[in-house]
């Protein structure tokens, strides 16, 4: 069972910033937040990760809330090749919970 | 960095013969790779953890002797798909474990495309 939930899809204007929020309430306290995504017909790229700082790199920013139990990815200035299904996953970092489970993901279409 | 190659990109076969898919990892040594299924319109599903100079571990409802892994070195795991048919076709993409200040990441290939006919 995929223990985050994202919004099926979403629309963001070319050049503005998208925001992709994801809900994690059942996120354990060794369990980091990893966003990948994957460009139609292609493998999944990966984006960025954190535990419970907010981090950022020269693709995107990861909001995590206080709690833990949501994040938001961020990307500053959206353009047409960000259009994408964008993941976001929890996991741990060691032990037999270190596979990647995929859930259904955000489809983010950026528009012209 | 952390880059995955796969090869080949997209291979068509007849039903009944055999298709083996490599994934390298071009500039890190990777311990564990991991090969993962797509269908269409669907998410990433993990077939197997393959893990370097060992046997490969499956997931529930992936069958062992028809989908063989191989990983031989710190740079290569091979999936051979054996006597495949046409509901084999699918999207097959591999990752890279990477680890870095203690982090594990993984990094995926670009993918292997199978149309069994």
């Known amino acids: 069972d995929a223990k985050t939930t994202q919004p099926p899809s979403m629309d963001c204007a070319e050049g503005r910033a998208a925001n992709l929020p994801c809900n994690h309430s059942?996120?354990?306290?060794?369990?980091?937040v990893y966003w990948y995504r994957q460009i139609h017909s292609q493998g999944p790229q990966y984006i960025i990760h954190?535990?419970?700082n907010n981090e950022t790199n020269e693709m995107a920013s990861l909001i995590i809330t206080e709690d833990r139990k949501s994040s938001t990815l961020i990307l500053p200035h959206a353009t047409l090749r960000d259009t994408a299904v964008y993941y976001c996953?929890?996991?741990?970092?060691?032990?037999?919970?270190?596979?990647?489970?995929f859930g259904s993901g955000t489809q983010l279409t950026v528009l012209p | 960095g952390a880059v995955v190659s796969q090869h080949p990109s997209r291979v068509i076969c007849k039903s009944g013969t055999s298709v083996k898919i490599e994934c390298r990892s071009l500039?890190?040594?990777?311990?564990?790779m991991f090969w993962y299924r797509q269908f269409p319109k669907q998410s990433l599903m993990l077939m197997a953890t393959s893990n370097e100079g060992s046997k490969a571990t499956y997931e529930q409802g992936v069958e062992k002797d028809k989908f063989l892994i191989n990983h031989a070195s710190l740079t290569l795991s091979t999936l051979t798909v054996t006597s495949a048919h046409p509901e084999d076709s699918s999207f097959y993409i591999c990752?890279?474990?990477?680890?870095?200040?203690?982090?594990?990441?993984?990094?995926f290939g670009p993918g292997t495309r199978l149309l069994v006919l």
């Open positions: 059942t996120i354990s306290g060794n369990e980091y």
């Open positions: 954190g535990l419970k």
């Open positions: 990752s890279a474990s990477f680890r870095l200040a203690g982090i594990e990441t993984q990094y």
């Open positions: 996953i929890v996991r741990a970092n060691s032990g037999s919970a270190r596979q990647l489970t």
């Open positions: 500039d890190f040594q990777a311990t564990t």
